[in-house]
């Protein structure tokens, strides 16, 4: 597909918003899928971390 310009581009034919919102929904759901396995994993730790401590200190 062929743009003249980087507004038609954008536009894509009128329907860049529904283009662009999909792709950004798609990104949005990317990032949190990396995300959320690292912010589980830390927040795993600390509360085995905890149960260690409390364990040994008996």
Do not use: C
Not at 19 to 42: E, H
Request: hydrophobic share 50%.
């Amino acid at each position: 597909m062929y743009f003249s310009s980087f507004s038609d581009f954008l536009a894509m034919g009128n329907h860049g918003f529904y283009v662009w919102l999909a792709f950004g929904i798609t990104f949005a759901v990317m990032i949190i899928n990396l995300l959320l396995p690292i912010i589980s994993r830390g927040q795993y730790l600390k509360s085995a971390a905890r149960q260690l401590r409390r364990e040994t200190v008996r």
